[in-house]
């Protein structure tokens, strides 16, 4: 399950229901899905998109989305950190980002327009749509590898605008772990 955890503020949600309603505050839309058809770990890009065949349909008609496809990124990827310095400064796309992560963990940072910046830890059963528009930036955990359904409201993909703020480099890429549940955490 996601965790959120709101640096300025010194507090981490941890629990589905308020990590549902904290994200839905500032139009992140997550939920939690529990694999009906399991794949396994070492599948096929297109067994994977055949097995969640019916929920990507679902989403697709749903956010406009036309597209969708899997990515698997770890340590061995080639150009990884290129990859990565794309996406881990701030920026906006034209269109939602949506992702099902099937492994793996990464770090999404959001900027709302109003209030404090969030760090969403997300790993595998977790989907969030992050709206076009929305400022954030992405990165891996530790472990550096994640594998995810990605879908795509125009089929060439999106592409990241910089905000060129430099907000990102106050914030930590900081993963916090399976289980990890801070003292601090706010079960409501």
Known sequence: MALVKIPDENRTLADAASVTQCLAEVGIH?????????????????????????????????????????????????????????????????????RFILSGRGLFHIRPRQGPVMAIEVEAGDLIRVPRGTWHWFDLCSDRQIRAIRLFQDPSGWTPHYTDSRVDQNYQPVCWGPQYIPPQATLR
């Open 30 to 98: 997550y939920e939690r899905w529990q694999p009906s058809h399991p794949v396994e770990a070492d599948a096929s890009p297109e067994e994977i998109l055949a097995s969640y065949a019916p929920e990507i349909e679902k989403l697709k008609a749903q956010g406009g989305y036309v597209t969708a496809d899997v990515i698997s990124v770890n340590p061995q990827t080639q150009g990884l950190e290129a990859m990565l310095a794309k996406f881990n400064r701030e920026h906006w796309h034209d269109e939602d980002e949506v």
